[in-house]
């Protein structure tokens, strides 16, 4: 009889348009261990509901987290490497169980920095001296990591209350803001699938052709913000490469090898 398969999966709400869950059904396909391995989606309205989901898949090894939980998921987490402290964020969980298929531990990663790190490093230029993130989220902490690994300073843009001296609020963008930040980047849902005609609220005549503007969104592949920016001559960049990227370290962490 042979032993049931490795599970992966992918927490979060919503997932109806995932990237993960085709990217490593096509991987196991390619690699020819579908037998071996599945990923599975697990689309939860509360965190809570995690616990379950573990207790309930005594094969389920390990999983990527997404919007709105890479924070929240700490709170259920044993231990954290690294990047994951520094960020407070996790997208990658592995789950450690004894030969009876309890679980030992629970430990969170974070591979968005990987991801994003090796994505935008083909693309800096020396104008890229200053950037503004627009979110402040979970995707954002792998990003902040991101450029102070580069030392380029960076503002944060906010609709919440500001907390901190590098915030700003989108009503306080000026077009001069935006010209003096040649990088900018999108760490917000803002124009995801299915949502595809909207777009942050920002001064687009203050990009140039000296930006590089990214966008976190894979899926439109160019969204309204990159489609904007692209008007006035920006060098555009979306989040597939930064998905594949992080998809890879996260496979690395599960599989071991």
Not at 1 to 18: A, E, F, R
């Given at each position: 009889?042979?032993?049931?398969?490795?599970?992966?999966?992918?927490?979060?709400?919503?997932?109806?348009?995932?990237f993960s869950k085709n990217y490593f059904t096509d991987k196991f396909t390619t690699l020819n261990i579908s037998e071996q391995w599945q990923y599975k989606n697990f689309e939860l309205k509360n965190l809570i509901e995690i616990t379950d989901v573990i207790a309930r898949h005594d094969n389920l090894v390990g999983f990527n987290v997404t919007i709105p939980y890479k924070e929240k998921i700490i709170d259920f987490l044993d231990e954290l490497d690294e990047l994951a402290?520094?960020?407070k964020a996790v997208n990658t969980v592995k789950i450690t169980r004894n030969k009876n298929g309890e679980v030992i531990k629970l430990k969170g990663y974070n591979t968005d920095v990987t991801g994003f790190k090796n994505s935008i490093k083909p693309f800096l230029e020396p104008q890229h001296q200053k950037a503004l993130i627009l979110g402040t989220g979970g995707a954002s902490k792998a990003v902040q990591s991101v450029l102070k690994s580069f030392n380029i300073p960076f503002w944060l843009v906010t609709q919440k209350e500001i907390s901190t001296e590098n915030q700003l609020n989108y009503n306080q963008l000026t077009k001069e803001i935006i010209s003096a930040c040649a990088l900018l980047i999108n760490t917000t849902p803002v124009g995801m699938f299915p949502n595809i005609d909207e777009f942050p609220p920002i001064p687009y005549e203050g990009i140039t052709n000296q930006h590089l503007v990214i966008d976190l969104i894979y899926n439109p592949e160019k969204t309204e913000f990159l489609k904007k920016a692209e008007q006035n001559g920006a060098q555009l960049l979306n989040g597939y490469s930064m998905l594949q990227q992080q998809a890879e370290a996260a496979w690395q962490i599960w599989n071991g090898k």
């Open positions: 009889m042979s032993s049931p398969k490795k599970m992966l999966g992918l927490v979060g709400n919503p997932l109806s348009h995932s402290q520094e960020t």
